[in-house]
């Protein structure tokens, strides 16, 4: 039996698999997202290539470092089980995924690099949760 055969299609489709995510993760990495849901209101994010992520919070003095990564289409975000989500009162500290397509689906804008500098951190001002909010940050990261 010729395996090269049977391995050669196996092997590419296991490549092609890791290049679409470590695209859809070089796309990610060192760039600064803003999404916006009714829940959390605005927030902002930094992703740094190291897997690190610097999140911009409403109501928060400080940013909320935690992970980031992809997984298949899906990124994932990991924060310390210190952190508690608002919205629901859970403590974090297990990475939680959701497709990219809803994730995409909140994205208002996107921008290259730190131009908030979250990953020395420190904010700007204080976020509130309202919409109104988008307008300052976009100004910054459009």
Not at 2 to 23: D, K, Y
Not at 44 to 72: H, I, Q
Request: hydrophobic fraction near 35%.
């Amino acid at each position: 039996m010729n395996f090269s055969r049977i391995l050669t299609p196996f092997i590419l489709s296991i490549l092609v698999l890791f290049a679409g995510q470590a695209s859809a993760a070089g796309s990610m990495s060192r760039r600064t997202i803003v999404v916006y849901n009714k829940a959390h209101g605005p927030q902002v994010e930094y992703y740094a290539p190291d897997g690190r992520s610097y999140l911009w919070y409403p109501g928060n003095r400080r940013p909320v470092t935690g992970s980031w990564k992809m997984s298949s289409n899906k990124i994932c975000f990991w924060y310390s089980d210190k952190v508690t989500d608002p919205t629901t009162g859970k403590k974090m500290g297990s990475w939680k995924c959701r497709p990219m397509s809803g994730f995409m689906e909140m994205t208002v804008s996107s921008c290259k690099g730190d131009p908030f500098r979250l990953s020395k951190g420190k904010i700007p001002y204080v976020l509130s949760k309202s919409k109104s909010e988008l307008a300052r940050v976009t100004k910054t990261c459009k």
